[in-house]
């Protein structure tokens, strides 16, 4: 891979006029990072990913977590658009706040669907200390327990009927 530093060794990167500038410490301008933003603002239909890079690109004074992360996917697209494919994904690696946030909605959708959570408030149903009470007691039950069999089985009916109304809705 090319190195992001302009001029030779010992000498400082080129100073950039207004230009994007390469996410990192150097301040040698990055053509391509201005018009992959410039072409993601024109584009109706982004994806997460994508969201969350525009959301990152447009935000002033990004923390040091923001600013690796931008980092990240400004490198995986470069790489997805040279490369036609994206790279490889670490199953190592932690959820990103966005993936993270829809995996906590989804658990929040199976308690309303078991009738645990009000829908419309998403308050709990039954008092929060004896919800937690039974969770924990689900959770406490063995992998290989007659009754996870069990539960699995009508979860998948009712998660497969609330699949077919909601595509049918």
């Known amino acids: 891979m090319p190195s992001i530093r302009s001029g030779s060794e010992g000498e400082p990167p080129a100073k950039a006029s207004g230009a994007a500038r390469t996410p990192g410490l150097t301040a040698r301008p990055d053509f391509w990072l201005a018009d992959h933003i410039a072409g993601l603002r ?43 494919k994206p790279p490889e994904v670490n199953p190592d690696t932690p959820l990103a706040p966005v993936d993270r946030d829809d995996e906590l909605l989804r658990s929040a959708e199976l308690l309303v669907l078991a009738g645990l959570l ?52």
């Open 42 to 84: 024109g584009r109706a239909n982004l994806s997460d990913q994508q969201r969350r890079f525009m959301v990152l690109a447009d935000k002033v004074g990004r923390s040091g977590d923001e600013e690796r992360e931008f980092n990240a996917l400004a490198s995986a697209q470069r790489s997805e658009e040279e490369h036609g």
């Open 118 to 169: 009000d829908g419309r408030t998403g308050l709990p149903v039954w008092d929060r200390a004896e919800l937690l009470g039974a969770l924990l007691t689900l959770a406490a039950t063995r992998e290989d327990s007659d009754a996870r069999a069990t539960w699995k089985r009508v979860g998948g009916a009712l998660l497969g009927a609330a699949g077919r109304r909601r595509s049918r809705g």
